[in-house]
């Protein structure tokens, strides 16, 4: 069976969520090449999405530790609440500068979903004592997104022929509004916080976010899937340019939804072996997949128009098995974490990430402006090669 027992019970309010969360997101395929009508340039871009990240870097820590330290299902439902209502507003908006506030506005609901929404689920089956449901529950919520993903652009297609890409942005920040008051009603929450005053809890906040931080780097396991994280995000470094390279190469518009429901496929067949390479060794399995990926986006070096077909099943390949490392790398990590920390320190993960993408937007989109998407995609596969460095540093135990 696909379930285990009692999984639906205690996880399907989840998955329906993010089902559905999946199927709003239209605008994914035609995310970049709606800012590029509105001519703005890889690097403005890249700042665009740079101060998102930015935001969340800055905003992170504090949110995750808010979640651990008041409630992680009202921090999950707030993000959400506050990221739709920013996401509904940016269709109506041509202004670059507004577009950077509602953009650093996202990035700060996003602080609010991210760790707590994780640390949430984790925690209610710790409680029903259900830890064997820890890697179902990773594996299975990118599959079922990713069902959901996979048939958005073929509506968002459909939608973009007959009406304008603006209104897939209004779908997407809906979607948020709804799952918040699913979630709301039928999720429940069996981490109890203790009741403190605004004060207190300020004070609770600071001191979370210390010990996470000092546990991050001084637990040796958990820092070098931190720092491994990091590189394994490194080698997504242009993917901002995926989409404009892909109709460079003559690929029609529209059919880059079909490109993101290719990906998606990917994705789920790598979320379903993760199940299998689990049970492996971790410092053998990532540097394997690591391997692969730098070898799929290196031959995008040799794509040119109008052969668009082997540029789309690179990047649907690359950027789906791209989603094999985080199923392993998150359940590993949790093995390591303290209860009370547990928000906070993915968090930290979070935040690291985030910063990372910042630094690396910003530099792909100059470096895309001059060099073009095709080479920097190409090339930033190769910060592969430190994740694999590191990874191979990590314990072959699991305790």
């Known amino acids: 069976m696909f379930f285990k027992k009692d999984e639906i019970k205690h996880l399907g309010v989840f998955y329906v969520y993010l089902f559905l969360y999946g199927m709003s997101t239209m605008i994914l395929p035609f995310l970049i090449i709606y800012f590029r009508e509105l001519n703005f340039t890889f690097l403005q871009i890249g700042f665009i999405m740079g101060v998102m990240r930015i935001s969340m870097v800055i905003f992170e820590i504090p949110t995750g530790a808010f979640a651990d330290s008041f409630s992680r299902k009202k921090s999950v439902i707030f993000g959400f609440i506050f990221g739709g209502i920013s996401i509904i507003l940016v269709p109506f908006v041509n202004s670059y500068l507004l577009i950077l506030v509602l953009w650093s506005l996202i990035g700060l609901a996003f602080t609010f979903v991210s760790g707590a929404e994780e640390a949430w689920v984790i925690s209610n089956l710790n409680f029903f004592k259900r830890k064997d449901l820890h890697q179902e529950y990773f594996v299975k919520a990118r599959i079922i997104s990713s069902i959901g993903i996979a048939i958005a652009p073929f509506i968002g297609a459909l939608l973009v022929k007959s009406y304008s890409i603006k209104l897939l942005w209004i779908i997407f920040g809906a979607s948020f509004l709804v799952n918040s008051l699913i979630l709301f009603i039928f ?23 210390k010990k996470a931080i000092e546990f991050s780097f001084k637990n040796k396991q958990v ?60 410092k053998q399995v990532l540097p394997l997949v690591i391997i692969i990926i730098i070898i799929i986006s290196l031959s995008l070096l040799f794509v040119n128009s109008p052969y668009f077909i082997f540029g789309a099943m690179i990047y649907a390949l690359s950027n789906g098995i791209f989603f094999l490392n985080e199923p392993l790398i998150q359940s590993n990590l949790h093995k390591y974490i303290p209860e009370k920390l547990r928000a906070t320190v993915t968090s930290t993960r979070s935040m690291l990430l985030q910063l990372v993408g910042a630094i690396g937007a910003v530099t792909a989109g100059y470096l895309m402006d001059i060099f073009g998407p095709k080479k920097v995609i190409a090339y930033g596969s190769l910060f592969g090669i430190f994740a694999i460095i590191t990874f191979l540093k990590l314990k072959d135990d699991k305790k």
Do not use: R
């Open 187 to 209: 999720a429940k929450e069996h981490y109890k916080t203790k009741k403190l005053k605004l004060i207190d809890s300020i004070k609770m906040t600071k001191s979370n976010t």
């Open 223 to 282: 820092f070098l899937l931190l720092l491994g994280s990091m590189f394994v995000a490194l080698m997504y470094f242009g993917v901002e340019g995926g989409q404009p390279l892909l109709v460079s190469l003559s690929l029609p518009k529209y059919a880059l939804g079909i490109v993101e429901t290719c990906m998606q496929i990917t994705v789920m067949v790598a979320a379903l072996s993760s199940g299998f390479f689990v049970k492996k060794k971790l």
